[in-house]
Nanobody, 124 residues
Framework: QVQLVESGGGLVQAGGSLRLSCAVSGRTFSSNPMGWFRQAPGKEREFVAAINWSGVSTYYRDSVKGRFTISRDNAKNTVYLQMNSLKPEDTAVYYC?????????????????WGQGTQVTVSS
């Protein structure tokens, strides 16, 4: 059974940093892309960042470019999201996802497996 487990969320002041981790068990995704999405209260889930299998190619939504960095450690079957210069509008539940496709997908329908989410709250 494939499981994705996020960790690292919490409460932080604006301008602060958090590092999210997503540990995958049940199968390896070292040949597949992985991504991060988020959902704020009353809003739809939105794409945040994605990374291809090797880590060479990444893609970010415009509002997090230059502040967030996605990375992966295939030996540990783990993907990370380093979040710096956090803003109150970054407050959301963050989900990691794994896809069975290739490339750097940016739509949620392209992802086959999802974690349960971790709350990130940024206070002003």
């Amino acid at each position: 059974q494939v499981q994705l487990v996020e960790s690292g969320g919490g409460l932080v002041q604006a301008g602060g940093s958090l590092r999210l981790s997503c540990a995958v068990s049940g199968r390896t995704f070292s040949s597949n892309p992985m991504g991060w999405f988020r959902q704020a209260p009353g809003k739809e889930r939105e794409f945040v960042a994605a990374i291809n299998w090797s880590g060479v190619s990444t893609y970010y939504r415009d509002s997090v470019k230059g502040r967030f960095t996605i990375s992966r450690d295939n030996a540990k079957n783990t993907v990370y999201l380093q979040m710096n210069s956090l803003k109150p509008e970054d407050t959301a539940v963050y989900y990691c996802a794994a896809a069975l496709t290739f490339g750097v997908p940016r739509i949620s329908d392209a992802y086959n497996y999802w974690g349960q989410g971790t709350q990130v709250t940024v206070s002003s």
